[in-house]
């Protein structure tokens, strides 16, 4: 148990890390080689970059995080992150992660193959998961039973290729609850999600680079603007297959 006011980078490979305590850490906890493994002892694990910097910084590949919580302090205007995943970072794995504030996005992800799943993502300044293109060639993930809500713009954002995104829950978001956005985003697919009271679409589908977005067995209901918009290019969007009646 304890509190520790320590910015620790865990290097190396294989490493295995395991909490089995109450533990909270105010810094930046760096993961800046592969194959790791940091392991919580449940929600009581904490990872808090404050205003200091991100939650969690990954740095590597292939590296696992697990049973804890990640987080910043929300309101300060800072770009920090509870779990940022930087460039060339790829097949990282989040997995039942709490995030319950971020000063800007809750799980920012700028390398391929990223895995997210059964995580707790609310109340982030702007973006729940956010995989980014705008920096980096990103795409291949797999996000899955995830809960987005509250955050103060999109509760999901896709922006590269061939990602999964399935059963996950997006409401009262204060922009769109699922966004494919304008980059290189072919191939994506979108099956069994709940997106409900955002403030703009339940999904936004938007311009004609985002090709082949295959959206079936969703529930879009009860959202602003509209519960789904297709701005996209042979999107395989089936109405009856999808329920958009509010």
């Given at each position: ?6 910015s ?40 808090n ?22 987080r ?11 779990i ?61 039973g ?59 589908i ?36 999808n329920?958009?009646?509010?």
């Amino acid at each position: 148990n304890g509190t520790y006011n320590e910015s620790p980078t865990i290097s190396g490979s294989g490493v295995k890390i395991v909490i089995a305590s109450k533990v909270i850490v105010t810094g930046v906890t760096t993961l800046s080689g592969s194959d790791i493994t940091l392991e919580g002892g449940g929600y009581s694990t904490l990872f808090n970059g404050g205003t200091t910097g991100h939650g969690i910084a990954i740095t590597g590949d292939r590296n696992r995080i697990q049973h804890l919580t990640a987080r910043t302090t929300p309101g300060g205007g800072n770009a920090y992150n509870a779990i940022n995943i930087a460039a060339g970072s790829d097949s990282n794995f989040v997995e039942d992660v709490k995030i319950p504030g971020s000063d800007q996005d809750g799980i920012s992800i700028l390398g391929r193959f990223t895995r997210v799943l059964n995580s707790d993502i609310i109340n982030c300044d702007r973006i729940g998961v956010w995989e980014n293109a705008i920096n980096a060639a990103v795409g291949r993930g797999l996000f899955q039973g995830n809960n987005v809500n509250l955050n103060g713009d999109d509760g999901m954002i896709i922006d590269g290729p061939a990602s999964r995104v399935i059963a996950n829950v997006d409401t009262a978001n204060t922009g769109n609850g699922f966004t494919v956005e304008n980059y290189a985003v072919t191939d994506n697919l979108f099956v069994g999600n709940i997106a409900i009271s955002n403030s703009k679409y339940g999904l936004r589908i938007g311009g004609s680079n985002a090709v082949h977005t295959n959206v079936h067995g969703n529930i879009f209901r009860n959202n602003t603007l509209g519960n789904y918009f297709d701005g996209g290019t042979t999107t395989k969007f089936n109405i009856a297959a999808n329920d958009t009646t509010n």
